[in-house]
C-alpha cells in the first residue's frame, strides 16, 4: 500500500493551498480515508474524514476553511485549505480512517507565515 501525499509549500496567512493523496494496493473506492496532521512537538490529529459514499467529517479548528474530498476514479483525496492560519503550520498525512499504523507516508509539509 502507498498513500503519497503532495501540495504542500510555504503560503502567507490567509491563502490557500490544495493537497493531494494517490492511493495505489487499496480498493480505493470502498475505503474511508483521512487527512491528519502533526505540528511539531504536537501529537498527531484527524483533520478531515471522508467515507466511502461521501460524507465528510472535520476537526472544529478547521470547520468552514478546509474541505475535503476524493475522486474515485484517480484513486485520489483532496484537502482544499483556504484562510490558512500560522496554527495550521504542520505536516500533513493521509491514511484510512481509522488510520494504519502500517500505511503512513512521508506527508507533505505546510508552512503559514508571512
Known amino acids: 500500500v502507498q498513500l503519497q501525499a503532495s501540495g504542500g509549500g510555504l503560503v502567507q496567512p490567509g491563502g490557500s493551498l490544495r493537497l493531494s493523496c494517490a492511493a495505489s494496493?487499496?480498493?480505493?473506492?470502498?475505503?474511508?480515508m483521512g487527512w491528519y496532521r502533526q505540528a511539531p512537538g504536537k501529537q498527531r490529529e484527524l483533520v478531515a474524514g471522508?467515507?466511502?459514499?461521501?460524507?465528510?467529517n472535520y476537526a472544529d479548528s478547521v470547520k468552514g476553511r478546509f474541505t475535503i474530498s476524493r475522486d474515485n476514479a484517480k484513486n485520489t483525496v483532496y484537502l482544499q485549505m483556504n484562510s490558512l492560519k500560522p496554527e495550521d503550520t504542520a505536516v500533513y498525512y493521509c491514511?484510512?480512517?481509522?488510520?494504519?499504523?502500517?500505511?503512513w507516508g512521508k506527508g507533505t509539509l505546510v508552512t503559514v507565515s508571512s
Open positions: 491514511n484510512l480512517r481509522p488510520a494504519f499504523e502500517n500505511f
Open positions: 494496493g487499496i480498493i480505493f473506492r470502498i475505503k474511508s
Open positions: 471522508i467515507s466511502s459514499g461521501g460524507i465528510t
